[in-house]
């Protein structure tokens, strides 16, 4: 008498799609291309991050994207080792996943942006700041970063599915 198996899968093969899913998708976070700037001459938010992040004659460096991912590295690898065991377990899609991971390195981001103090601004730009902002804002005169909060507000986590 022949042996009859009959299959019963109860969520693997969706597990071990979202897990192939998980290694080639990423989460990008930073200023996304769609971003302008409404207050000035210079339209595009991307160019005055990267103006800041890397410098330029002008400008001095002032990361806040490579010096957060540098010191929340451990963190965001033990986020990203949390969200692959619980696709494994099932309680989570591969786009929930990266979503938690944007969400954390944006916010980590964000914070870096609001806790910078130097370089300090040039004088010019600390007075320039200081009439727009009035006194009872010194503090965010203080902070080369943050002028209209533009640039803060800017930074975004988009998903990429492959």
């Not at 989570?92 to 103090?117: C, D, F, H, N, P």
């Not at 601004?121 to 009035?134: E, Y």
Request: aromatic share 6%; hydrophobic share 35%.
């Amino acid at each position: 008498m022949p042996v009859k198996f009959r299959i019963i899968d109860k969520g693997w093969k969706r597990i071990l799609r979202q897990m192939r899913l998980m290694d080639k998708s990423f989460t990008k976070v930073g200023v996304q291309q769609d971003t302008t700037r409404k207050d000035s001459e210079v339209s595009d938010m991307v160019l005055v991050a990267m103006w800041n992040e890397f410098g330029t004659k002008n400008i001095p460096e002032r990361s806040f994207i490579r010096e957060t991912v540098d010191k929340k590295k451990k963190q965001i690898f033990g986020l990203k080792k949390k969200m692959y065991e619980d696709i494994l377990d099932g309680q989570k899609s591969t786009r929930r996943a990266l979503e938690i991971i944007g969400e954390y390195v944006q916010s980590q981001t964000q914070l870096t942006i609001k806790r910078k103090k130097s370089p300090p601004n040039a004088l010019s730009t600390q007075r320039a700041k200081g009439r727009r902002l009035g006194k009872k804002s010194g503090r965010l005169v203080d902070n080369p970063l943050i002028d209209t909060g533009q640039l803060i507000q800017s930074i975004r986590h988009v998903e990429v599915i492959k």
